[in-house]
């Protein structure tokens, strides 16, 4: 007999009684409120042209590295799983032959976030009853490639239906934002879909597509980028642009959170190295921690939310990076030093009312020992809650558990999905909706909180939290 | 309606109901023995002269900087708290405000150890019945005003009502401890305040004010430290002072763990740069380390109980450092390495049965990976308790659930409230006695542990193991 | 009275109701498979002579590190739990004096695996009734050492008790394996003993021993090891031997993880430097990742499973190791970095087919944050369970939940007991079995697992997963 899936109404809720009524009591007030998603990676123009989703394999599989890298994992070839994304030479055929290997390998996936989101997509958004499977890969295909075909599962339909009311992309920028002006001026589309300015490239100065990247950013924003003045002056620019065009906030990924500045001199001198095309790992190092450190600047100009997700080890394995570019789970976290890095950002703008700042990690460690106590102090500073490699059950319970006793509920961010899993967005937001929810059914059944103090609680972590901390428009 | 406060006979306890019965059981076993406090910070003024509290602000919140950060974090001038503690400044009306603005405020401490402390004070020390709020600010101001105004709410009168048998202040090697003394020569007080030897700012040669520190030690002192010789000798002169008035410990709290000594003749030399008033930051470590190291071995002649409060980085803001001076809120954890920090301590002295050694961490990878395997080979070294940021309810299940299996309960130092807020510390050692005796009720729920041997631990850790730890005098 | 000894059928399953009974119906269906063991520190001679153990003491004191440096650490000498193990001069009298300081110490391993070890030895293997003390004590050694004596108690009669199909030596490369051989030619013997290959101090070049170390390498091999190219080839030599005689793997345990190989130049320059008896620490531990780089090589090419056992910082007290020697509890853990340390490795042989990895870590840190992602995304890297001071209930637990939501399952190496003390083997593996159970099960209360997806979980991770992770042979 082929197992059914079905989705149980107290998933993730603890097995304590009195707690998981709690649980679920809170959860009720919660749940149907609209979706806040202030980081995510949802290409704008599925939104703007309303572009139908394909199949379940470009759905599902080539995009998405939480579950490539857990195939791969197992000796799957990426290729065979339609990676990289947005290839034109998989044919209907290996498209379904992907299927096949995922649902194969479905026993993988006991116990990842990955399995939930999964099994969410496939019950609540199509409806399908049976657990994937090699005898079942085939009967879901069909099903969900028929449901894609029709306009109920068009972007917008599913928007409407996931009731997301607010969705940040993330764009190069020199990028022309061209699809969030469309969506703009679309009278039509009363959703919200907001650029976020995203410019690692451009602060990586020993990246071998450095010197083309700031050429492009002179040229795009018509600022000389030949001194590191220009520079500053063309990333206000872009900055400006991207604000002008609805962004909320500006995002930034690098190896540490060093923000020391050097001295202008020094900046400017190391900056004409760069521009040579040769510069040491530690002189780029220090220049790009001198660039965030005028990013932080800037953002307490311009009021653009400064979010950090740091401490990524990118493209461990050369080979597969070689054959399929990055993107595709040879990511890696590694430790983060928060204190120190932080410092020289935090003494200059973290009392600044007009600046905002999120700090990510993955590195766990960090979260009561170093985030915590900051965000607690710096009035401008908010932790951000659990990405990427621990947004998961028991990652998003020890976050909280780390956070709360002396970084307080206020000072995190509200959930992020950071997804380009367009269909996932809502079984995520349910995810950490439920989670939130135990962590504060937990403090009441142990009289550390009162029921009503949950429950503001639990509606601001939804709402006003990150409308407040991501300065979402109402 | 207004909310009304009151503190759940199980707080703190689990739901789960056989757990929480052992709990319970535990609990009632020890929750009344007397408070042993090892280490504090409550001025010895306070008990010596019975000097009345003045008024809720500066009883509750200029002098606490686990509360004012919280407030500080959310835009509150410290000023406007009180802070510093101690100005002779602030009027009546603004002391008033101050607490309005933290009753205002109250929901941000929703989940954390400053809501649990302060409602135990509120409702067991001043019979407080509603729940701090802008409406109800005035009313409990007035009440606890007046409560404090009456002899009931003297410190020695507090003193026995919470039944306070040892309390150790925090003092600088030059005080002349006439406060101790006078208690000590006090035929109508029968409760033990003894003072603790804390000489950090002489072992800090990099420090601006440390030639006139050690100036000062000298004069104290009568012996010259114009060399490292004459300051060991002063260092020496001191703690015979300090032990001949009562102290059985020595605090020290520095960057890093490293005691490794250097030669005799290298650290006269670094001494004698250090005296010139400039000395590199690498220099002033290491001569830091080399009397860290003296520091222990005096401990083992001597027989004070060396503790170490290590890895906090001090003053991070440096405008509220300036503003307000040390200890208001800009204080910060960080990482902290100690098995090859603490060899050469532990292998001069580790097995030294007149040497006593705890140390404590903000660093929780610590404690399973480091300080608990350390603990239990060495004879002389115990854990110290979760301490400051991580006094806290999960940070204490969390302590005691990576130490104890590799470290055990006895090399645990009991608890210590490192306070300066005195009215509560019978909450604060009330929560950790619920805490371990919630850890201890796991064990026999889950038949880790019996019921008889479970009881003994508890009374160990409330009782022998800090007077064992601590040299706590019968 | 004397308190009594039991084992509780559900010890350490949750209280909790609902998540009990799911635990005890997994537990009920693994609990008697037979025992794989991959790792090990049993003496093969144990086995090949079916040697009778002598006595209490030599049996359960003096070679356990584990309890060893509970006692040294309240101040027992270790001369006196007849340590270092093998010594002949322990009179009778003083075996059972050793006894008795344990049993008048059982009070200490509340709360730790030793208890647990101890206690399943003491009732299931000995039938024991009554709990250690200081009253007890003779009684039950008088019982232990009667029962010592008979037929069921020699090794090969327990191994079949205990169903040990499968268990793996650790052995000397130069070792020549005669007790294996001698195993694997007696017809009256049908489990399985397995040799492991190694090096560690062939490839400690700054060892005082190094350069006996390798002659004698040479010697043994029959290949000259004056070059680094003779010490590869000899060490191929003795791994071929290693395999022919059945060993499966090969592992390591270094300071840290560091595979960054040398060019062939470099290497051969610091080898030859190294066999003159002075290299740097530096120079030594670069030599060392380059071999241990060639180690893997080597594996990717024979077959043998590597195993790396990182980050311990050895014989900590000097005095004690001058004294005893190693291994009697003088060892450390220290905080290790897998992802920049394993990448060279990674990058050359972590998508080869015929290469197999398994990395242990006691820094908890690293499961989560590097060693789960990389297991994940690595098809030749498996993630080591907990080990050493970390194989213990709490630390087992944190390990599941934190390894399993992006390491899956699946690319965990099984349990493996790393132990010397022989009797406490089943009681090692069932301790496993059983919380292995516990977090399974809570995944199945949470409703994030279904029953018959955790039942086939529980049973891969006793069975079908290390015999796979380590080839063992059906």
Redesign the interface.
Known sequence: MT?SLTL?P???????R??RDIARSLYEQVKDLPIISPHGHVPPAWIADDIPFSDPMSLFLSPDHYIN??L????VDLADLGVPPGRDDVTPEQAREAWRIFCTHW???????M??WMESQLVDVFGIGVRPSAETADQIYDEVAAKLATPEFRPRALMDRFDIAFMATTDDPCDDLRFHQQLAGDSSFHRQVRPTFRPDRYLESGRPDWVANVDRLAEVSGVATDTFSGWIAAMENRRAYFKANGAVSADHSHPDLGTQPLSRVDAERLYKQARTGKIGVEEAASLRRTMLFEMARMASEDGLVMTLHPAV?RD????TFERFGPDV??D????V?C??AL?PL??AF??N?NFRLVVFT????AY???L????????S?YVGVPWW??D????IK?FR??V???G????TSGFIDDTRAFLSIPARHDMSRRLDCVHLA??V??????M???S??AHSLVSDIPRHVFNVPA
């Open positions: 197992p149980h107290d998933r993730l809720f603890p097995a304590e009195a707690t890298r857990i791969h994992g197992q000796g026993y993988l996936f006991r116990g990842t976030p399995k939930y080890f461990h394995h050369t080979e789970g040879g890696l976290p590694i430790a030093e204190v120190r410092r935090l003494n973290g009392t009312p993955m590195d766990e460690t009561g020992r170093e915590g106590p900051l965000a607690a102090f710096y009035p500073m490699f621990i998961a059950p028991d990652s020890r558990r780390a709360t006793e002396y307080t509920f206020y000072k937990d403090l059944a142990e009289h550390r909180l009162e009503d103090e949950a503001e609680v």
